[in-house]
């Protein structure tokens, strides 16, 4: 018995002191994946010793320095910079034409010696440099001195290059601004993953954001908006601050292609100088999200004028060969009823406004070609006959792509179901609200940018892919990061990665390395939450919660009332209940970072008995206040109410944001049969009897999360809806109005209750 105790003990021992020495792992976790890799036994240790052998090249030298900067910061060392290479102990960059690879490409060689990067370009070498960054220990993108560290690497072959030449991420900054900061930092993880170019929509109806010095009330007037919260909201760039980030990412090999908005989505311009228009104005800076009617006319010569010069100055700043001109979602309303624009229809014999709108497009594209620049433009451009030189980025799905590269026009894929990272990226029940759609990590990874029915002639039209960042409900810049990743990355790889050589299971095993260095570097990227039950889950009997996540993580969950933490009990199967109980639940990366805790309140209920009423007829009854009620205790301030029936509860035009107002509807709902029944409502309150049952007091009004569950006998039963018709978060609360739906549990599909099912 006691050898048995020593043994025990022994074991206890060893086992603690391989804990404390880290193993070294010859796990490869390189993203995107190379598409030519062997790993060889071994590993190649860097010191302070360890030269770094860098050509004459100036943009090599800033490289290295980005480089020497991490060990600096993380490891407390900087590595010897020179052009000499020693016998051993080296990173060495080679430039050399005649390597094989094609500009973006290099091979990479560790061994017992050291690490030999060649490359023909300096874009290529670059390339390499990541990926030495990432066969190095995470913790190297840590800011601060990271204690026993060893910054290995395992013995490879890299030859590599990448599937596509336009590896991209476009940011609005419009629907909302963000820091240059912000942007560098951005920088900082794209060129990481070797993404190589910035797409940046900086005009829109919701605000003008770059400096033009012809032009200073665009970024006055029309910069600034005024929020249907009542308080102003607005920012810019400097010409020297578009400078400082153009070069950052320039540093990082990262093109910057700016977008110039035309001929719509142009109120901010518009604001400012309004005899731009058809109209003539006056404009507001538009506080709601959506598209614009009012857009340049395209009959006044001004407007023409005008962009040429807003064109001059922004080529100026934007030395990529590439320039963004919009010409998605231009209404037409206007153009119809405008002389001047349709004197130019007569004039130019132009057969409708889809002529009209390529006829100045096609102006347009003269003028940057008089720039020495290739005009691109949404797949509308297509609309009336494509400009010659234009490259199509198609948008509204692959039509508008393989249109155009039919036509032998270049072309960028980036349609909304795979790559617009403003979608929902889990269940909209329990993720922050959106613009809608549904686009998981495995759906974007998933994506081919070439199309099947091209021809693999056509398809070299093809030039990549980038994820799409529209910030309508992008309210923080943590919330812009929240989208973006981890989906970027899943693009990025699309962007470089032979398919043949891609594997989701082997992308997310890859990440776990990914997130610690997005940790680094304090992205705050989205992780999977627990899905299925809703916030209250009402029971008579028994209560069975069934969770699941959008890729497979551990959840963690308590009983207790207590925060979960990464030893909680973990979630293995669905939960039972016959009482009462809290659950609160998250999910764990293996890297240790947590989800944000789901709270779920799961309620024995006895059925509500229904009301004994006998009502008039089928409507609601309303109580009407005219004013901006922000919330629901706004309303103290309403003197005045205008009471009224509304028959079939048909709310119809009853409601709009120009007019904003506050309504209480009372009346009873029709329950079919006895159950629990959940309620899905984006109104302010919904009550069933005295119960405040949803409450999305102060929230964007879309997509509420605050489903919720209540059990109830068949008959009428009271409700009262508190509807605030104002605009939160750019969100006009009339474009939907006071829609209540509702579901027996289990079934699949929710009820909007209406005329039938009211009566008063
Ligand atoms: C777009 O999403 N309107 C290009
Ligand atoms: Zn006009």
């Known amino acids: 018995m006691f050898r048995n105790v020593i043994l025990v003990a022994m074991a206890i021992l060893t086992m603690v002191s391989c804990a404390a020495k880290k193993e070294k792992s010859s796990e490869l976790s390189i993203v995107p994946q190379p598409n030519g890799v062997e790993q060889q036994n071994g590993f190649f240790t860097v010191s302070e010793k360890t030269a770094f052998v860098v050509p004459e090249s100036k943009k090599l030298r800033e490289a290295a320095e980005l480089i020497n900067m991490r060990f600096k910061n993380a490891a407390g060392f900087e590595l010897n910079v020179s052009a000499e290479k020693p016998a051993k102990n080296f990173i060495a960059i080679e430039l050399n034409e005649a390597a094989a690879k094609g500009d973006e490409g290099y091979s990479l060689t560790v061994n017992n010696q050291g690490a030999t990067i060649v490359a023909s370009t300096e874009r290529g070498a670059f390339y390499?440099?990541?990926?030495?960054?990432?066969?190095?220990?995470?913790?190297l993108e840590s800011n601060t001195l990271v204690n026993d560290?060893?910054?290995?690497?395992?013995?490879?072959?890299?030859?590599?290059?990448?599937r596509f030449v336009w590896r991209g991420m476009h940011l609005d900054v419009c629907r909302h601004f963000v820091p240059v900061e912000f942007i560098k930092k951005q920088l900082d993880v794209m060129a990481l993953f070797k993404m190589n170019t910035l797409h940046w929509h900086l005009t829109e109806d919701q605000g003008w954001r770059?400096?033009?010095?012809?032009?200073?009330k665009l970024t006055v007037e029309g910069a600034t908006r005024i929020e249907g919260e009542g308080h102003e909201y607005g920012g810019f760039y400097t010409q020297e601050e578009v400078k400082e980030i153009v070069a950052y990412a320039q540093k990082r090999f990262i093109n910057v292609v700016p977008e110039i908005e035309l001929p719509g989505h142009a109120l901010g311009a518009l604001t400012a100088y309004p005899h731009l228009s058809c109209t003539g104005g006056p404009f507001e800076v538009r506080n709601i999200w959506g598209v614009e009617a009012d857009v340049y006319c395209a009959g006044k010569e001004e407007a023409f004028e005008f962009l040429e010069d807003v064109i001059d100055e922004v080529v100026a700043l934007f030395p990529y060969k590439y320039f963004h001109i919009g010409g998605d979602e231009?209404?037409?309303?206007?153009?119809?009823?405008?002389?001047?624009?349709?004197?130019?229809m007569r004039k130019e014999g132009l057969a409708d406004e889809h002529e009209l709108q390529s006829y100045f497009i096609k102006r347009i594209e003269k003028v940057l070609l008089a720039h020495d620049r290739i005009m691109v433009g949404w797949d509308e451009i297509l609309e009336g006959g494509l400009a010659g030189s234009a490259v199509v980025m198609s948008w509204r799905g692959e039509e508008g792509g393989i249109t155009a590269a039919e036509q032998g026009h270049?072309?960028?894929?980036?349609?909304?179901?795979?790559?617009?990272?403003?979608?929902?990226?889990g269940s909209s029940k329990v993720e922050p609200v959106a613009i809608g759609g549904h686009t998981t990590l495995e759906e974007s990874y998933g994506y081919d940018p070439v199309p099947a029915a091209l021809s693999p002639e056509k398809a070299k039209h093809v030039l990549g892919t980038q994820g799409n960042v529209w910030s309508e409900y992008m309210y923080t810049s943590d919330l812009f990061e929240y989208f973006i990743y981890p989906r970027i990355i899943a693009l990025a790889e699309v962007g470089w990665t032979q398919t043949a050589n891609k594997s989701f299971d082997s992308f997310v095993k890859r990440m776990d390395k990914q997130f610690v260095r997005l940790d680094e570097h304090g992205i705050n990227y989205h992780i999977p939450l627990p899905e299925g039950p809703v916030n209250v889950m009402?029971?008579?009997d028994k209560a069975t919660l069934e969770f699941t996540t959008t890729r497979p993580v551990k959840m963690v969950y308590t009983l207790d009332g207590s925060v979960p933490n990464a030893d909680s009990n973990e979630y293995t199967q669905p939960l039972t209940f016959t009482e009462n109980a809290t659950v609160k639940i998250r999910s764990v990366l293996n890297t240790g970072r947590m989800s944000d805790v789901r709270t779920i309140q799961v309620e024995k209920q006895d059925l509500l008995p229904a009301a004994e009423v006998q009502t008039k007829g089928s409507g609601l009854k309303m109580k009407l206040a005219q004013g901006t009620f922000v919330r629901v205790d706004d309303l103290k301030k309403a003197d005045k109410w205008a009471e009224s029936v509304v028959k079939n509860a048909d709310f119809k035009g009853m409601?709009?944001?120009?007019?904003?107002?506050?309504a209480i509807i009372t009346g009873y709902l029709e329950i079919p049969e006895d159950g629990v029944y959940e309620f899905a409502t984006d109104v302010d309150q919904f009550f069933i009897g005295d119960k405040l049952l949803i409450n999305n007091d102060g929230e964007v009004k879309r997509h509420s999360r605050n489903n919720s569950t209540?059990?109830?006998s068949k008959g009428k039963h009271a409700i009262k809806i508190v509807f605030l018709n104002n605009i939160i978060g750019g969100w006009p609360q009339s474009w939907n109005g006071p829609v209540v739906r509702f579901k027996k549990q289990g079934d699949e599909k929710f009820t909007t209750a209406n005329g039938e099912v009211y009566s008063y």
């Open 149 to 162: 560290v060893e910054w290995y690497m395992p013995h490879v072959t890299i030859d590599d290059e990448p």
């Open 538 to 540: 009402a029971f008579t």
């Open 410 to 425: 270049d072309v960028v894929m980036t349609p909304g179901n795979w790559v617009y990272l403003d979608h929902y990226q």
């Open 210 to 216: 770059i400096e033009i010095k012809k032009y200073p």
């Open 655 to 662: 409601f709009s944001y120009k007019k904003p107002s506050a």
């Open 330 to 344: 231009c209404p037409k309303d206007r153009w119809k009823t405008c002389p001047d624009c349709q004197r130019r």
């Open 710 to 712: 209540i059990a109830l």
């Open 128 to 139: 390499g440099l990541m990926t030495v960054l990432q066969l190095l220990p995470a913790e």
